[in-house]
């Protein structure tokens, strides 16, 4: 059974030799923390100041997905432009030895309980880059959709353009899939 807590800096080490090569580096966070290979300090100095706080208070919330065998995912949580009504999730990787196990859904599927009873927004937003397929499936199987309200934006990584697809649910939505 997967569970959350919040994220350690002590977590980084194993999240970031989740990132073996360059690819699936970009494909995480795009170019946002640098170059590749990333370490568990330039993780941790994206994700908080000299004196250990979030770099963005309250509107900041990494998140770590464990079970019996340890740390095996992670993502982030923070509001849109302000608005506590509208959650982002991003930089969302699962061990890669878990992969194809329904680990990223079912930790998505805690992270969206957890913003719709506790955090108690009405949408969570996620943007994923469209060559990332099984980033893609693993969302929709989480129950996002494809926004109406947002179009696709795009990064240039590498020197090419990577569209990337908004997705979108709802509290309503989740709790209707979850009842049936």
Request: proline letters at 1%; charged letters at 30%.
């Amino acid at each position: 059974m997967i569970r959350l807590r919040a994220y350690k800096q002590c977590d980084a080490k194993k999240i970031v030799s989740w990132c073996k090569d360059e690819k699936t580096f970009l494909l995480w966070g795009g170019e946002r923390f640098g170059s590749f290979p990333i370490s568990s300090d330039i993780m941790n100095r994206k994700y908080f100041n000299d004196n250990g706080d979030c770099i963005e208070k309250d509107n900041f919330y990494p998140m770590t997905a464990f079970d019996d065998t340890g740390i095996v995912g992670h993502f982030i949580m923070r509001y849109l432009l302000g608005d506590n009504t509208v959650l982002r999730f991003g930089w969302v990787i699962v061990d890669d030895t878990k992969r194809g196990q329904k680990y990223g859904q079912e930790m998505l599927k805690l992270g969206l309980k957890y913003a719709f009873e506790i955090m108690q927004v009405n949408k969570v937003t996620i943007g994923v880059f469209e060559n990332n397929t099984s980033a893609y499936q693993c969302y929709l199987s989480a129950g996002f959709r494809k926004s109406k309200d947002r179009e696709g934006s795009y990064e240039i990584i590498q020197g090419k353009t990577w569209k990337i697809v908004e997705l979108e649910i709802s509290k309503g939505d989740f709790f209707c899939k979850k009842s049936d």
